[in-house]
């Protein structure tokens, strides 16, 4: 045991007290606290009780670095993410210039590895087609060789099927999978508003669910016709889910995620033209919230995504229908998201596994199970922890969040990673 | 009755005896209108600022019109011209007017909700000209008022609007009003032109126009844009205008003595017939009197409110 350098006790892994012991940045031990045992030369942490949790991990975020570093950099937002509880952070392509090329990758990797050297870790996915026009296919091999996990043309939908098709197949050629963004393009895109009898009374541009549904649908029959993994991203509907699970019986290599503000907010968020709750896809029914859900319960759905999607304040205040879509959300998740824990509307296996394996299963990230060898990154996670979320609580630079106000339930109170504490 | 409320974005907000008493003080100023000498000094010193960031004309002359007979001052902010045209920011603009101290701020904007934006934001009161597809307040207060100079009470009456309702924000300001009036509402239109949800609607819908008509008391057209077209929501101007274009043998199923209206601007012989808009059944040219009648009316209103304690 001399090897072992930090030994976190008396904290709550589900009901059990537990000591939490890490040998070169691994887990040692996850011993009951019942015998204290003695360990020379290892620093010593009490977590006063607080819940164990491992770190999260967050497959969907743009980071806006290079190109929009006004809205985020990847500095603040790896800060953002350290303090919300995730030590994986994967970015989507859609920066100026877009990552479609090995150079922009390697920033992207060299600006976080200067910036937190410690960790949170950045995991660029890369642009599925150049210039994210849906046209050419990007370098895919470079990219991944640079170190891209996922590719994705994230924000716009591809409307070519034989494009797609053919992404998916090259794309998994370098080991790595699609993440598609479900948007049929020519219904009112980017809308940020659901289609219904809000969007008739309020007279705002609106989507149908269908929208996304009709998309779902192809890249189901792509993924189960060719057998070639596709991830689907933020699911908003219970159209899709009935869809993805039909997908799952049969077997078909699909895999999906959805986000907080689905399983929170409906469209009458939005009613008040409330640019705070423009999001793509937009927030939908109360019947969407329960189907995303039960299919999060179930494993259906797979994991959980932020979409982490900052914006200037100045671009969030104007007029409903010109403003960009997104909500800032690596501040804000855990704490969501935990506390359909405590109100038992989601399980805590389903929150581990939404938020850890899944994600790291499906993306071959490192990921903390508690087992001896595993990366020792992990949290204390101080249940009953309020806070406000105001501009100056939130670390992103995105204050473009519609549960700005909220007071919310349960904190980080320390954040390890690699057994170093950084919170 | 003393008026408190600060803002007039949708008739939403008012309460039935709130928009019976915009009626009569409107009856009021239109017998003003009918004088040799159409001007009172009742607002005198005090201004308003019409912000059209998208075209119109029979509005901001209306409005124009209406603040000067109160001996307001009126000034007129274009999209064109203004400052929007140069990338400012809506908010932005409202600020600079704001700046400027004017009692009231007219707006019209293509964006749904932009009244509520700038009321949101600003001191002086903010009156909705019509806002995207949203709402168009003024335009049903003139509608009803219209209806009202010719039935007195719009109560039990049927109202059928007929057209474009998805994108019309005076049809959905008109439904409210028109109901709260209690009057009874019909909407018809093809199915591409009807709004998500409009079957809950305090109003029945139908897309087959003789059974729409019949025994209506009224008919109100709205504009079709050409857009629509365009966008696939119909194939052609002559299909829209023989199956949905109002005509005499229509109103020849429609109650004996049922007014035709329309917002304006017409497009004859596509939304309603030449002939049938310049006959005696036609309040149109009513509709455009009873709207600086109206808006005098919400001028001397909202600028002599007494804001709630």
Same mark, same amino acid.
């Given at each position: 045991?001399? &090897?072992?350098?930090?030994?976190v006790?008396?904290a709550?892994w589900g ?5 939490v ?5 691994? $887990? ?13 030369g ?17 497959c969907?975020?743009h ?10 950099d ?6 953002a ?7 994986n952070?994967?970015?989507m &392509?859609?920066t100026s210039?877009?990552?479609?090329n ?8 060299e600006?976080a590895r200067? &910036? ?24 895919l091999a ?5 170190g ?6 994230d924000g716009?939908?591809v409307?070519s099927?034989?494009f797609?098709?053919?992404?998916m197949?090259y794309a998994?050629?370098?080991?790595r ?5 479900c ?6 895109p980017?809308a940020?508003?659901?289609e ?5 009374r ?11 549904a009709a998309?779902? &649908?192809?890249?189901i029959?792509?993924a ?10 933020h699911?908003?509907?219970r ?10 019986e049969?077997g078909?290599?699909v895999?999906?995620?959805?986000c907080?503000h689905?399983?929170l907010?409906t ?33 259906? $759905?797979?994991i959980l995504?932020?979409?982490?999607a900052p914006?200037?304040?100045h ?5 409903? %229908? ?8 690596l %501040? ?6 935990? %506390?359909?824990?405590?109100k ?8 581990l596994r939404a938020w ?6 499906i993306?071959g990230?490192?990921v903390n199970?508690?087992q001896?060898?595993?990366?020792? %990154? ?5 249940p009953a922890a309020?806070w406000?979320v ?12 519609p549960?700005?106000g ?6 980080v109170a320390a ?9 | ?7 007039l #974005? ?12 915009v ?7 239109q017998e ?11 607002l005198k ?11 119109s004309t029979?509005?901001?002359t ?7 007979r109160?001996?307001?001052d009126t ?10 045209s140069k +990338?400012?920011s809506?908010k932005d603009?409202?600020l ?12 019209r904007?293509s964006?749904?909700?932009?009244? @509520? ?12 000209a +019509?806002?995207?597809?949203?709402a168009?307040?003024t @335009? ?10 010719r039935?007195g009470?719009l109560k039990?009456?049927?109202? #059928? ?7 019309s ?5 008109n439904?409210l009003?028109?109901?709260l ?6 909407l018809? +239109?093809?199915r591409?032109?009807?709004?998500p ?5 305090e ?10 008509v019949r025994?209506a008391?009224a ?5 079709? @844009?050409?857009?629509?077209?365009q ?5 052609d101007?002559?299909?829209?205008a023989?199956?949905y274009?109002?005509?005499?043998r ?5 109650a004996?003595e049922?007014l035709v209206?329309h917002?304006?601007?017409?497009n004859?012989g596509?939304e ?13 040219l009513d @509709? ?7 808006r005098m009316?919400? #001028? ?7 804001p709630a304690?």
């Amino acid at each position: 045991m001399s &090897a072992v350098q930090l030994v976190v006790r008396n904290a709550l892994w589900g009901k059990k007290k537990v000591d939490v012991l890490v040998a070169r940045g691994r $887990i040692a031990a996850l011993a009951p606290a019942v015998r204290k045992t003695r360990v020379d030369g290892a620093e010593e942490f009490d977590a006063g009780g607080l819940a164990l949790l491992p770190s999260l991990t967050d497959c969907h975020t743009h980071l806006r670095e290079p190109g929009f570093e006004y809205k985020e950099d990847i500095a603040s937002g790896l800060d953002a993410a350290l303090h919300g509880g995730f030590s994986n952070v994967m970015c989507m &392509a859609n920066t100026s210039p877009v990552n479609d090329n090995a150079t922009v990758t390697e920033l992207m990797l060299e600006k976080a590895r200067s &910036a937190h050297p410690g960790g949170p870790r950045l995991y660029p996915v890369g642009a599925l087609s150049r210039g994210l026009k849906a046209e050419e296919l990007a370098p895919l091999a470079e990219l991944a060789q640079a170190g891209c996990v996922a590719f994705s043309n994230d924000g716009l939908p591809v409307p070519s099927a034989e494009f797609f098709r053919r992404a998916m197949e090259y794309a998994w050629d370098q080991g790595r999978r699609v993440i598609d963004h479900c948007e049929e393009p020519s219904m009112n895109p980017g809308a940020g508003m659901n289609e219904g009898p809000v969007s008739g009374r309020q007279g705002m541009t609106a989507q149908p669910d269908v929208a996304e549904a009709a998309q779902v &649908a192809r890249d189901i029959l792509l993924a189960d016709y060719l057998k070639i993994p596709v991830h689907l991203a933020h699911i908003s509907c219970r159209r899709s889910v009935e869809l993805i699970a039909w997908a799952k019986e049969r077997g078909a290599p699909v895999t999906a995620e959805t986000c907080p503000h689905y399983l929170l907010l409906t469209e009458e968020r939005a009613a008040n033209y409330d640019t705070a709750a423009k999001v793509n896809p937009p927030l939908r029914t109360g019947e969407d919230v329960e189907a995303l859900l039960a299919a999060l319960n179930s494993g259906v $759905i797979d994991i959980l995504v932020t979409d982490h999607a900052p914006h200037a304040a100045h671009e969030k205040e104007v007029e409903f %229908d010109r403003a960009p879509c997104g909500i800032s959300g690596l %501040d804000t998740a855990l704490s969501l998201t935990w %506390d359909l824990v405590e109100k038992k509307r989601l399980s805590r296996e389903a929150f581990l596994r939404a938020w850890t394996t899944g994600p790291c299963g499906i993306f071959g990230l490192p990921v903390n199970r508690f087992q001896v060898g595993d990366p020792a %990154d992990f949290l204390l996670f101080d249940p009953a922890a309020r806070w406000e979320v105001t501009p100056e609580s939130l670390r992103s630079k995105g204050k473009n969040t519609p549960f700005l106000g909220s007071r919310l339930r349960g904190r980080v109170a320390a954040h390890f990673l690699g057994g170093k504490k950084k919170v | 009755m003393q008026w408190r409320h600060k803002d007039l #974005l949708d008739v939403s907000q008012l309460s039935l005896d709130e928009a019976r008493f915009v009626l009569d003080t409107a009856r009021y100023f239109q017998e003003i209108n009918s004088r040799p000498v159409k001007k009172v000094p009742t607002l005198k010193g005090r201004s308003v600022v019409l912000f059209f960031a998208e075209p119109s004309t029979r509005t901001k002359t209306s409005f124009d019109v209406a603040g000067k007979r109160l001996s307001a001052d009126t000034f007129a902010l274009a999209k064109s011209g203004s400052s929007l045209s140069k +990338g400012e920011s809506l908010k932005d603009t409202a600020l600079t007017l704001q700046a400027m101290n004017p009692d009231a701020i007219v707006i019209r904007h293509s964006s749904s909700g932009a009244a @509520q934006f700038l009321a949101e934001r600003l001191e002086c009161s903010v009156i909705n000209a +019509g806002d995207g597809r949203h709402a168009h307040p003024t @335009q049903a207060l003139l509608d009803a008022f219209t209806l009202a100079q010719r039935w007195g009470d719009l109560k039990g009456r049927t109202v #059928l609007i007929l057209g474009d309702i998805a994108h019309s924000r005076v049809a959905r300001s008109n439904v409210l009003l028109l109901n709260l009036l209690g009057a009874r509402v019909r909407l018809c +239109g093809p199915r591409t032109l009807l709004p998500p949800g409009v079957e809950d609607w305090e109003a029945e819908v139908f897309s087959d126009l003789p059974k729409a008509v019949r025994g209506a008391d009224a008919v109100m057209c709205l504009r079709l @844009q050409l857009e629509r077209m365009q966008a696939g929501l119909l194939p052609d101007l002559r299909e829209y205008a023989r199956t949905y274009g109002l005509g005499e043998r229509h109103m020849a199923l429609a109650a004996s003595e049922a007014l035709v209206l329309h917002p304006g601007p017409i497009n004859r012989g596509v939304e309603i017939a030449s002939a049938l808009a310049d006959s005696g059944r036609s309040v149109i040219l009513d @509709q455009v009197a009873a709207g600086v009648a109206v808006r005098m009316a919400l #001028l001397f209103l909202y600028l002599t409110r007494k804001p709630a304690e």
